[in-house]
């Protein structure tokens, strides 16, 4: 399969990582010397996108000159300044302005490191394994294990099919959703036209047992607070950052 579409969420308002949001929007905020969403864009453009969909609210002036300065994609802003639509109803909003069929969601503010090297990147793998006729999401999922400036919060549990259900105490494959997921559009057709979660479509994805996940090969790192900041800037010192996510 090959995917050409993608929606970056990205008007979030960082209020956990403040002060550093104060002036700054989140996904600009620099780990490792680059800001976040650098190594999210980076590698949609390495897997083949096109036309990427990005939601803008707090510090929106400053995400809309970022994104200008952007010559390798077709930028297609969704702005929110006046509303927010929460992820699921940003996430629709967004898609409005993509053609309809497959495409990449992703969060703005989540990356990982050390993709073991020749192999395909995480991103091109999720392309490759989705499946719409069997599947309607296609999540990336963080072992455990593999996790940096996590609170140990665990999401879904996969099985050897790699079906994704929600965590129960005791399930032998924990993991985390690691902020990037593949779909088709028209899985979205009954969405709500207000404000809402995505979590109302994970959970009817896995109602219909058409919830799937892949591993992410590598380190995952979240940044939530200005204490993960400084334990992801202390994991990069050794590790040189691959992809984002």
Avoid at 37 to 42: A, G, K
Avoid at 161 to 180: I, K, N, S, W
Avoid at 224 to 238: R, T
Wanted: net charge negative; proline share 6%.
């Amino acid at each position: 399969m090959i995917i050409e579409n993608a929606m970056v969420l990205a008007a979030g308002l960082g209020t956990r990582l403040r002060p550093l949001t104060d002036l700054t929007p989140k996904p600009l905020v620099p780990v490792g010397g680059r800001p976040m969403l650098d190594y999210v864009l980076d590698l949609l453009v390495e897997c083949g996108v096109k036309r990427l969909a990005i939601n803008v609210h707090h510090h929106a002036d400053q995400m809309e000159a970022y994104l200008a300065a952007r010559k390798d994609l077709d930028i297609l802003v969704s702005d929110e300044r006046q509303r927010l639509m929460n992820n699921g109803g940003g996430l629709v909003k967004g898609l409005a302005l993509l053609p309809p069929g497959p495409v990449l969601v992703m969060n703005a503010d989540l990356f990982w490191v050390n993709e073991p090297a020749g192999e395909a990147s995480n991103l091109v793998r999720l392309v490759n394994a989705f499946d719409p006729a069997t599947m309607d999401m296609l999540m990336l999922c963080a072992p455990m294990d593999r996790t940096i400036g996590h609170n140990g919060t665990r999401d879904f549990h996969k099985d050897a099919q790699g079906h994704l259900t929600r965590y129960r105490e005791g399930d032998t494959h924990p993991v985390v959703y690691a902020g990037a997921f593949a779909v088709d559009t028209t899985f979205f057709a009954d969405a709500p036209d207000d404000a809402f979660n995505l979590n109302l479509f994970f959970d009817k994805a896995i109602a219909r047992s058409r919830l799937y996940g892949i591993d992410l090969h590598g380190d995952w790192i979240t940044v939530g607070s200005p204490e993960g900041l400084e334990e992801a800037e202390a994991f990069l010192k050794n590790a040189a950052p691959t992809g984002g996510a």
